[in-house]
């Protein structure tokens, strides 16, 4: 599978913005996905990328550079629902590896 | 309503027994696909199925089977559970599992093997 490293976590305040990192090495790229994940819940979909640039929806905008391997999920204006996991999702060859996750943890 | 239905949510077996954990989707997907989840180690795709009586392994197939009889559902069977089988289970579906298409996944199974 494609080797895909995101940080394990990452603490920030309500209110606030955080920045989740995610690289990857992988041949035959397909596109980039970001999934959150509650605790004990399933994943849902946020985002995909297959193009380089930013995509923005809302809050939460994700990036994606094709020649450095590259992307990161931007969750502004924290709000303490968005404590979660955040799981990076490389589509090479038509078949979806996902990193280990990111916890994010928002304060008050 | 759109989902995927995954059956049990909770289950504790013993080594040996023969288990089997059921999934559905009502969307006419023809992706259907098992992932389990471990601390530190993500999402791992065990099966996958493209349609109707296909089926292919992923990263971690062994000490498991599937079958795909019918579009809908997509069962993983455990013939002989072991303890490192452990885990979180989830089911996914998607129209054709090719490009930009989002997976629906199912509630989980959280699986316990003594």
């Known amino acids: 599978g494609q080797n895909i490293d995101q940080p394990t976590e990452m603490t920030a305040t309500e209110g606030a913005i955080v920045q989740i990192n995610c690289t990857y090495q992988?041949?035959?790229?397909?596109?980039l996905f970001w999934y959150q994940q509650h605790a004990g819940e399933a994943p849902t979909f946020l985002s995909y990328?297959?193009?380089?640039g930013l995509e923005e929806k809302g809050r939460f905008s994700s990036f994606l550079s094709r020649s450095k391997g590259y992307s990161y999920l931007l969750l502004k204006e924290l709000q303490m629902k968005d404590s979660a996991s955040y799981l990076c999702?490389?589509?090479?060859?038509?078949?979806?590896?996902f990193g280990a996750g990111t916890t994010v943890t928002v304060r008050a | 309503e759109a989902q995927v239905t995954q059956n049990p949510r909770y289950l504790i077996t013993v080594t040996g027994k023969k288990l089997t954990v059921t999934c559905s989707q009502n969307?006419?997907?023809?992706?259907m696909s098992w992932y389990r989840q471990d601390p530190g180690l993500g999402l791992r795709q065990i099966y996958y199925?493209?349609?109707?009586?296909?089926?292919d392994k992923g990263d971690v197939p062994e000490g498991y089977k599937v079958s795909r009889k019918e579009k809908r559902n997509f069962p993983l069977i455990l013939e002989s559970p072991s303890p490192n089988q452990t885990s979180l289970y989830f089911c996914?579906?998607?129209?054709?599992?090719?490009?930009?298409?989002?997976?629906?996944f199912g509630s989980g199974t959280q699986l316990s093997v003594l």
């Open positions: 996914a579906s998607s129209f054709s599992g090719k490009f930009n298409e989002k997976l629906f």
């Open positions: 992988t041949s035959g790229f397909n596109g």
């Open positions: 990328n297959v193009l380089d």
């Open positions: 969307m006419n997907h023809e992706y």
């Open positions: 999702a490389v589509l090479s060859d038509y078949k979806l590896s």
């Open positions: 199925s493209m349609n109707v009586e296909v089926t």
